[in-house]
């Protein structure tokens, strides 16, 4: 079995060029976490977990820390591009790697057209998809530029909106604190609370899931054993300080009640305060397509590490000059369009949180695997964290909605029969040349 950045039927394509330090790689992986979803989660986690919001982030946020535990240790070990998937092939089977790879594809792909639609919804009301096609393409033209272009814009943005969200925060807490009323009643059976966080963490698991960028970048930084580890752990622990922050400034001002109301809850931090709302809005947009320009780039690149191995079309694994490969990334931008076009907000939030909840159950139960053969060096709790981050993303994608996973599904069977296709195609051109000869 090849690796997953390699593949011995394309010895001669090229890997990305080492150009990314630990900051740069930290600054991707928190400019996509703070994106995708700090704006937008909060109004339908709080009407799924009520008064127990932070119980739901805190969940949330166990989840994450596990996924991005194991996922970073597989990282040291197989430095090359297209994270998980990379490392499903590697250390489980082929088909396991496909599994991750199209969790991380079609969940990115949604988030892409979701962030598209946050930026239109704040921009300009109304015309939320036609903003969102220009936004997508500009990602990809900053993208096409290189990543560390990439890394520097995403590492602004992040500056950017953490700085804002720490004034938001204070100038709520200035503020008398609202009537501590639930979103909704936790009253019933003993097993109701916990439905609750359940159902309000899977929403809030959508804004931790950005850190996978970092894992996808195993060919395009240096020392990758070394600084993807700690990369993740930087992004992830900057951005958890963050949401609790935010959260427990939302249960004092507005509340919950009225954050689950809201279609801009951080908005309501300063509502009726000397800092306009529009402040927020411009902060929403620059967070946003930070995300949008992160996700777009590690998509790009997990589809060109399954092009490599077959998993999809030839043509998606070509680079451009400056090793990105932008063919990728604009067939990946090309569907995120049409899903702003065809789908709403809640379906794209829904269905990213779905398959992206696939794609770590994959890279936990790989971590367990490696962990626990013969000899492997990893200590005892590194296949307990594994087992944690496995039951934990199973349980956050049953606590989703229904239609948002069946959706992903038969997005995923359809990718198969194409697959199937593209290898049946394959093996009747070989059999047809075999004859010929």
Not at 156 to 169: E, K, M, P, S, W
Request: some cysteine.
């Amino acid at each position: 079995m090849s690796d997953a950045g390699t593949s011995p039927t394309s010895p001669a394509v090229p890997g990305p060029m080492r150009v990314l330090g630990l900051r740069g790689a930290a600054g991707l992986g928190m400019g996509s976490m703070l994106g995708a979803g700090v704006f937008a989660v909060w109004a339908p986690a709080a009407e799924a977990a009520g008064s127990l919001l932070l119980a739901a982030v805190a969940v949330a946020a166990l989840v994450a820390v596990c996924n991005a535990l194991s996922t970073a240790a597989l990282a040291a070990r197989h430095p090359s591009a297209g994270g998980v998937y990379a490392y499903g092939r590697a250390e489980v089977s082929p088909a396991a790697g496909y599994l991750a790879g199209l969790g991380f594809v079609i969940g990115k792909t949604a988030s892409l057209a979701a962030m598209g639609l946050v930026i239109g919804a704040y921009a300009w009301p109304g015309r939320e998809a036609l903003v969102a096609t220009v936004a997508l393409v500009i990602a990809w033209l900053v993208n096409a530029r290189g990543v560390t272009r990439t890394a520097f814009v995403a590492s602004v943005l992040a500056g950017v909106v953490v700085t804002a969200l720490a004034v938001f925060v204070v100038t709520a807490w200035t503020q008398p604190a609202a009537d501590a009323v639930p979103a909704a009643s936790g009253a019933g059976e003993w097993w109701q609370p916990l439905l609750q966080v359940g159902a309000g963490a899977g929403v809030v698991f959508f804004a931790f899931a950005g850190y996978a960028r970092v894992a996808t970048l195993g060919e395009e930084v240096r020392e990758p054993e070394r600084t993807i580890p700690r990369a993740v752990s930087l992004a992830i622990g900057a951005v958890l300080l963050v949401y609790v922050a935010v959260a427990a400034a939302l249960m004092h001002r507005p509340g919950v009640a009225a954050v689950a109301a809201s279609d801009a809850p951080v908005a309501e931090l300063v509502r009726g305060t000397a800092i306009p709302v529009a402040a927020v809005s411009v902060v929403a947009v620059l967070a946003a397509f930070g995300a949008m320009v992160g996700l777009a780039a590690g998509v790009g690149r997990t589809a060109m590490a399954m092009a490599r191995e077959d998993d999809l079309p030839r043509f998606m694994a070509r680079q451009g000059a400056t090793g990105v490969p932008w063919i990728a990334e604009g067939v990946v931008v090309l569907v995120a369009i049409g899903l702003a076009w065809w789908g709403n907000l809640t379906l794209a939030l829904s269905m990213s949180a779905f398959s992206v909840c696939v794609y770590y159950a994959v890279a936990n139960y790989a971590a367990l695997k490696a962990f626990s053969r013969k000899g492997d060096p990893a200590p005892r709790r590194a296949r307990w964290i594994a087992r944690a981050g496995l039951v934990g993303c199973v349980a956050l994608a049953l606590s989703l909605p229904v239609g948002a996973a069946v959706f992903s599904i038969v997005l995923a069977l359809v990718a198969l029969a194409v697959r199937w296709l593209l290898g049946w195609l394959r093996r009747t051109r070989a059999a047809l040349r075999r004859r010929e000869g």
